[in-house]
């Protein structure tokens, strides 16, 4: 039984450099979710999609994001031009039918 | 916006003790979730709520959906060093196209031997 993953697990890099993270959703799932999670605070919707259409932003997701779920399974989120505000975990979540979402081990961002 | 509101932030309690904590909201939400979250890994979904009155068990752990709908609680039982971590409440925000999650400010628990 595999759960939601993540991948990278951790990245490190440098002010201006664009990143990108992968998250695969539990496979019967159509409903995937980004979120953003700083140090001290609860996650943070960042956006939605169901299968490949994407529903939903964040005001929070500035024009630097952009995420992409191509054929409705994986999906990534790619983040342009990192400033050092965007230190921070993000994590997938996945859901079937209802509002129970679960959760991958997320990815941790430190841009220095 | 909506926000959920944890007491007590943090909690330092001996092994075996009971614990309790609570999530209260400022509007009403039509289904409660408790979290828990080890340090540098995701969230782990312990117990989802659907009805208000609800009292919904998991093991040592048991969560009630308040009557008003505007609060949840959440016990644990004989607690154990495992329970460390951090515990959030978190609601859908049902909007248009989506049922994003938010979540609750945390609750901390330290437990020692």
């Known amino acids: 039984d595999t759960g939601v993953s993540q991948d990278p697990r951790h990245k490190i890099t440098k002010r201006g450099q664009n990143v990108t993270f992968r998250c695969d959703p539990i496979?019967?799932?159509?409903?995937l979710y980004w979120y953003r999670q700083t140090l001290g605070q609860g996650p943070e919707f960042l956006t939605y999609?169901?299968?490949?259409?994407?529903?939903?932003k964040s005001r929070l997701l500035s024009d630097r994001f952009s995420a992409e779920r191509p054929k409705g399974s994986f999906s990534t989120l790619e983040i342009q031009r990192t400033e050092q505000g965007d230190s921070a975990m993000y994590l997938c979540?996945?859901?079937?039918?209802?509002?129970?979402?679960?959760f991958g081990p997320g990815t941790r961002l430190t841009v220095t | 916006g909506q926000q959920l509101n944890q007491s007590p932030q943090s909690m330092f309690i001996q092994e075996g003790e009971d614990v309790s904590m609570n999530c209260t909201s400022s509007?009403?939400?039509?289904?409660w979730l408790w979290y828990k979250q080890d340090p540098g890994e995701g969230p782990v979904l312990l117990i989802a709520?659907?009805?208000?009155?609800e009292l919904t068990s998991n093991g040592r752990l048991t969560a009630q959906f308040g009557i008003t709908r505007k609060d949840s609680f959440l016990n644990i039982s004989a607690s154990i060093p495992s329970d460390v971590g951090i515990y959030f409440c978190?609601?859908?925000?049902?909007?248009?196209?989506?049922?994003?999650?938010?979540f609750g400010t945390g609750t901390r628990l330290q437990v020692f031997p």
């Open positions: 978190a609601g859908p925000f049902l909007s248009y196209n989506t049922d994003k999650l938010i």
């Open positions: 509007s009403i939400f039509n289904t």
């Open positions: 709520l659907y009805k208000a009155g």
């Open positions: 999609f169901q299968n490949e259409a994407q529903l939903e």
């Open positions: 979540a996945s859901s079937p039918v209802g509002h129970e979402q679960y």
């Open positions: 496979s019967e799932h159509n409903r």
